[in-house]
């Protein structure tokens, strides 16, 4: 197993929990989300969502930094754990970590500190809707 990532934009938030959390909702990371369910009588499963850590490695990329040394970055899928429960009983109906493929090496990448050794992939709306559509379409 991989080491855990600790890939985190300027204020201190993972960031691949942040493109999860866009692609999900569509709100901006550190926005309150609320989900308003405008007919409850069709809703049928509460889905929590944490981010775990790194998922499969996908890709190693060669990069060059600003003292022209080349290092590599591996990016690996986004993991998360989903609990999804059923709205009418509260019975746990699934409890499993899923992994969201994305976009890998981009043509440039920028960090706060040292260079990284891992990044995790861009995930795109798709990519989300993919990854979690064996647990809502049950």
């Known amino acids: 197993m ?13 960031v691949a929990a942040d493109a999860v959390r866009t692609a999900l909702t569509g709100t901006a990371p550190g926005d309150q989300v609320t989900v308003t369910v405008t007919d409850a009588a069709k809703a049928a499963l509460v889905v929590c969502v944490d981010s775990t850590g790194v998922g499969n490695t996908v ?3 060669r990069y060059r930094d600003d003292d022209q040394r080349v290092r590599s970055v591996t990016f690996h899928k986004v993991e ?18 899923l992994q969201i493929s994305g976009a890998s090496c981009p ?3 920028s960090y706060y500190g040292s260079p990284p050794s891992q990044r995790s992939v861009t995930p795109s709306d798709a990519n989300v809707r993919d990854a979690f559509e064996p647990v809502v379409k049950r």
């Open 59 to 61: 890709q190693t990329c």
């Open 107 to 109: 043509y440039f990448i």
């Open 2 to 14: 991989p080491p855990r990532v600790e890939s985190r934009d300027a204020v201190g938030r993972p």
């Open 80 to 97: 998360v754990r989903v609990k999804a429960y059923a709205l009418r009983t509260g019975q746990l109906v699934t409890d499993r970590k």
